[in-house]
């Protein structure tokens, strides 16, 4: 095998000299890559959304050369379809053993073990693609983004709307000013769609001979271990696993406005609705948040954007758990989209939604990653002209999932020279500032948090601060 530090002056060449890019269908025969080309993955969780992640990775013409899952059931299964790789439950024996023979991890776990992972890969000068939200905690989040512009590695988080040319023009048609300046947006999911609002479940099952508990657990606290309430899907509700409806979708719902608005780093957020944490220890059912973002530097994209460097203050909300915004606002979406709202509220499936409020119109995504939109009133768009675009289009033709492994895949090779748009410098942001939302949760209905995004403090609830971050457990460390 060829060592990585000569595929990596590979790449580092292909990417200051340029190449044309590779456009593929969907179903589509791989390229023949040359022996300096090649490139190998290790792969952290490859059930759920592990299974698919390590597949596409490999369908770009990537050796997967190491599978770790804490299930040996899932291993078996994987293993089937690569065949060589070697089998760990424990990433940090993997990454250690696998060593230089490894260039891009994926980490595809739960929350609470992505930044453990990840900075350890990327400590080790690999390339990493996390799956959203990109960490647990906010300073996770930071030290991610930190990391990884440090050691100059290519990253990319599981978030397929990023890589949709939709998303990109929806964000430039923002950025334009088509809709005047836009004072709130409004973001609601169908999630939770796993247990919330419960407490922790009395005494513990017999761990599977094949689990790895410990592993699972990884740097949260132990507990003992129970059969279905946490492995391998329902621990999305579960403070010391998951981050609750909000991190699990936030990061695919509020992605355009974030783009679009620059709608970093609140300083405010109240939890308008919420019954609070349960027993310490499971997100609520349903809540409604309210985040403040000041007067901020816009995006240029655009003569009327130019000319207006200024982004007026603005308010989001955001809903889950069947929450909705006013009725007022609902009535001046499309007759089709208020009608399943109708139906939500008459005991139906749950809607979710963006809305971007304007002080020229709206802009609506039913979309769950923006891929798609709406301009409100449609008759005042009427022949509307799209922006000149200013953020790259992805030439290659596939699904989300297909289209965001290819972009961070050649842009490791230093074939695509934009690079991933979801790179750690922007998913940290967004995760920073996404999560902020849970410490309003935890603070109690009608709770005003004043946030310091510089320092990562609340500085009226400084009670809040030991949430921001955690002691990790013995043998896990950043």
């Known amino acids: 095998m060829v060592r990585n530090t000569t595929r990596r002056g590979f790449v580092g060449a292909s990417a200051a ?20 080309e090649a490139l190998t993955a290790a792969c952290v969780g490859v059930g759920g ?30 293993s089937k379809q690569f065949k060589k790789a070697e089998q760990f439950t ?69 978030n397929q709307g990023t890589s949709e040319n939709g998303l990109r023009e929806a964000v430039e048609v923002v950025r334009s000013g088509a809709l005047g300046d836009v004072t709130e947006v409004h973001v609601w999911t169908n999630r939770p769609v796993w247990p919330q609002g419960i407490g922790r479940p009395k005494g513990e099952d017999k761990v599977p001979d094949t689990l790895d508990w410990e592993s699972w657990l990884g740097p949260a606290p132990l507990r003992p271990y129970k059969e279905g309430v946490y492995h391998s899907f329902n621990w999305r509700g579960w403070v010391d696993f998951g981050t609750g409806a909000l991190g699990d979708m936030a990061c695919h719902t509020c992605n355009l406005p974030v783009m679009g608005l620059n709608l970093w780093d609140p300083v405010a957020v109240t939890a308008v609705k919420n019954p609070g944490i349960v027993e310490g220890e499971t997100f609520p059912g349903a809540t409604t948040l309210m985040f403040e973002f000041p007067e901020r530097d816009a995006t240029t994209s ?30 001046k979406l499309p007759e089709g989209f ?40 449609e008759e005042n768009y009427t ?15 596939g699904g989300g999932d ?25 998913a940290g942001r967004l995760t920073e500032t996404i999560l902020v939302g849970n410490l309003a949760v935890r603070a109690g209905e009608g709770t005003r948090i004043e946030w310091d995004a510089k320092n990562l403090v609340s500085m009226n609830r400084p009670e809040l601060n030991q949430y921001v971050h955690r002691e990790y457990r013995s043998g896990y460390s950043l």
């Open 338 to 377: 208020r009608k399943r709202v109708a139906a939500q509220k008459a005991g139906g499936g749950r809607t979710s939604a963006a809305l971007l409020v304007g002080s020229k119109g709206m802009l609506l995504s039913e979309n769950d990653y923006g891929a798609a939109y709406t301009l409100l009133p």
């Open 90 to 158: 424990d990433f940090r024996a993997m990454l250690d053993k696998l060593g230089d023979k490894v260039d891009i991890v994926t980490v595809s776990t739960p929350d609470h073990t992505h930044a453990a992972a990840a900075i350890k890969a990327m400590k080790m000068k690999k390339h990493v693609y996390v799956q959203k939200p990109l960490t647990w905690s906010i300073r996770e989040a930071r030290m991610m983004r930190e990391v990884a512009a440090e050691m100059g590695v290519v990253t990319q988080m599981g």
């Open 49 to 78: 959304k592990g299974d698919s992640d390590s597949s596409h990775i490999a369908d770009q013409d990537v050796e997967i050369v190491g599978i770790c899952d804490v299930d040996r059931r899932t291993l078996d299964k994987k």
């Open 402 to 426: 297909e289209r965001q492994k290819w972009e961070f895949v050649e842009s490791v090779r230093g074939t695509y020279k934009p690079g991933t748009l979801g790179n750690f410098g922007y």
């Open 302 to 331: 655009g003569d009327e954007r130019k000319a207006r460097p200024k982004l007026k203050a603005c308010k989001f909300y955001w809903y889950d758990g069947g929450n909705l915004p006013a009725d007022e606002l609902i009535a």
């Open 17 to 36: 000299l340029g190449t044309a890019f590779w456009v593929a269908p969907q179903t589509f025969a791989r390229p023949t890559r040359s022996a300096l």
């Open 383 to 397: 022949g509307f002209k799209k922006p000149e675009p200013t953020i790259p289009r992805i030439p290659f033709k």
